[in-house]
C-alpha cells in the first residue's frame, strides 16, 4: 500500500505562482511513475504532469512552458512548480502514484482569481 500527503494548494491571484508536493509513504519502494491530475467543477479529472522515477516528464499542453514538475527520490516526494497561473488553472489538483497499482491522494484546491 502506498499513501500520498499532499500539500501547497491555496487561493492566487492571476499570474501568481504556487508549488504544489506529495509525500509518498508506505510500499515505496513499488512506485515508478508520479504525477498530477486535476479536477475541474463540472469536468472529469486530466492529466497535469507526470514523471518517472529516471527523471523523464510528460505534460498537459495547457502547462506547457508555465508548470515544472519535479521529484526527489530520496525524500519520495514529488513536487509541481506552477507559475503565470490562470483563472482556468482553477481545480482541485489530486497526486498520482503507479507502481502498476494505481493510487490517489485526497486533492489539494487551487484556486486562480482574475
Known amino acids: 500500500q502506498v499513501q500520498l500527503v499532499e500539500s501547497g494548494g491555496g487561493l492566487v491571484q492571476a499570474g501568481g505562482s504556487l508549488r504544489l508536493s506529495c509525500a509518498a509513504r508506505g510500499n515505496i519502494f513499488s512506485i515508478n511513475t508520479m504525477g498530477w491530475y486535476r479536477q475541474a467543477p463540472g469536468k472529469e479529472r486530466s492529466l497535469v504532469a507526470t514523471?518517472?522515477?529516471?527523471?523523464?516528464?510528460n505534460y498537459a499542453d495547457s502547462v506547457k512552458a508555465r508548470f515544472t514538475i519535479s521529484r526527489d527520490n530520496a525524500k519520495n516526494t514529488v513536487y509541481l512548480q506552477m507559475n503565470s497561473l490562470k483563472p482556468e488553472d482553477t481545480a482541485v489538483y489530486y497526486c498520482n502514484a503507479q507502481s502498476p497499482a494505481v493510487y490517489w491522494g485526497q486533492g489539494t484546491q487551487v484556486t486562480v482569481s482574475s
Open positions: 514523471i518517472t522515477k529516471g527523471g523523464s516528464t
